[in-house]
Structure formats: C-alpha cells, structure tokens
C-alpha cells in the first residue's frame, strides 16, 4: 500500500535528483533514492540544496485572472461603498442660506403630543425642505432670510434640518440663560 505511494513520490523528486544527482551524492546520505534529513550531515547541506526546488515544486495557491464573464457580473474589484449623508439638500455645506416660504405648526409622533413649529425653506441652491425652528418662540414669517443647518427632529417625519437661530433674520430665544450658544442668545451683561 505505501510503496505505490513512494514510488509516485519518488517520480516527483526524480527530476530534482538528475538534476543535482552529483552535488546530492558527494555531500548527502541518500537511502533508497530518497534523502535521509535526520541524518547530520543532510541537515547541514539539504535544506540550503533543496530550497528553490521545493519553493517551486509545492506552492499552494496562484493567482488566477478573472474570466471576462466574471468581470461582466462586476467581480474582481469592489465597487467603493457611497457615502450617505442625513442631509443631501445641503450639497455637503454645513449651511445653506434660505427664504421661509410658509410657517407650519405640526404634530409629533405618538406618544408624544405636541405643537412643533416648523417652516418650508427655499435654500440658495433651489431646493425646498422643511426645517425645524428651535427653542420657544419665533419671529420667522414669510419671505424672512435664514440659515439652514442639518439635523433632524425626532419626532417630526421627513423634517431632516434645524434653522439657526440669531441668524439672519430669525432672531434668538428671549429670557434664554442655558445653552445660549444653541439659541443665539448673546451674554447677558452684568448690572451695576
């Protein structure tokens, strides 16, 4: 059972062994044909003979071309993830100069239970969206110029962008004293 296994082993090597047969037989213990690497003075001369027949002789995996019909189905390169924005009206600005073309009052989700104001903006690049007016109390009404940033209202569905306020002409939250930098509210001046 082995010996066909030896001798198919044996017609592998036989070209390294024709090959280098005198280099082999002047420094290296041979037995049957085969080299014996346990032997000392093989473990010296054998690995540094054998090294560029057997690099050659046992490699594992090539790298194979892709067939034309594989690359028709789109393999063979990946196609780069795009990246998705939150808010694509805005074209990649942080802000958009916009006109309020018309003030809402609308209804959050349940559970919540709400009067959110809200405007519909014209932005400078010809888009309308919806926009969520911050903090309480506003002055925005028709025609009124305001900045546009993105963000969304959690409550509000398809209403993706905030307006800033004490901007433009939307002007900041009065009495505001905590979080003023979101509500453009300006420092409070100390009384003497």
Not at 118 to 129: H, K
Not at 183 to 189: I, M
């Given at each position: 059972m082995f010996r066909g296994v030896f001798t198919r082993g044996a017609s592998l090597f036989g070209s390294i062994s024709n090959v280098s047969?005198?280099?082999?037989?002047?420094?290296?213990?041979?037995?049957?044909?085969?080299?014996?690497?346990?032997?000392?003075?093989?473990n010296t001369y054998g690995s540094q003979i054998l090294k560029p027949f057997t690099s050659s002789l046992f490699q594992i995996s090539q790298q194979r071309n892709v067939t034309l019909n594989q690359t028709r189905r789109g393999k063979g390169y990946h196609?780069?993830?795009?990246?998705?924005?939150?808010?694509?009206?805005?074209?990649?600005?942080?802000i958009k100069k916009g006109v309020i073309i018309r003030v809402m009052i609308l209804k959050p989700k349940k559970p919540n239970s709400a009067?959110?104001?809200?405007?519909?903006?014209?932005?400078?690049?010809?888009?309308?969206?919806?926009?969520?007016?911050?903090?309480?109390?506003?002055?925005?009404?028709?025609?009124?110029?305001?900045?546009?940033?993105?963000?969304?209202?959690?409550?509000?569905?398809?209403?993706k962008y905030h307006l800033i306020r004490g901007a433009m002409d939307l002007a900041g939250v009065a009495n505001r004293?905590?979080?003023?930098?979101?509500?453009?509210?300006?420092?409070?001046?100390?009384?003497?």
């Open positions: 047969s005198s280099i082999l037989k002047s420094k290296m213990v041979m037995n049957n044909g085969f080299i014996n690497m346990a032997h000392p003075v093989n196609k780069k993830k795009a990246n998705t924005t939150k808010s694509p009206h805005l074209k990649g600005c942080p009067q959110r104001k809200a405007a519909r903006v014209r932005l400078s690049n010809g888009e309308v969206v919806s926009a969520y007016i911050p903090g309480i109390g506003h002055n925005a009404q028709e025609h009124s110029v305001v900045y546009v940033r993105g963000g969304r209202s959690q409550d509000l569905p398809g209403v004293v905590t979080s003023r930098s979101k509500y453009g509210v300006k420092k409070p001046q100390k009384k003497e």
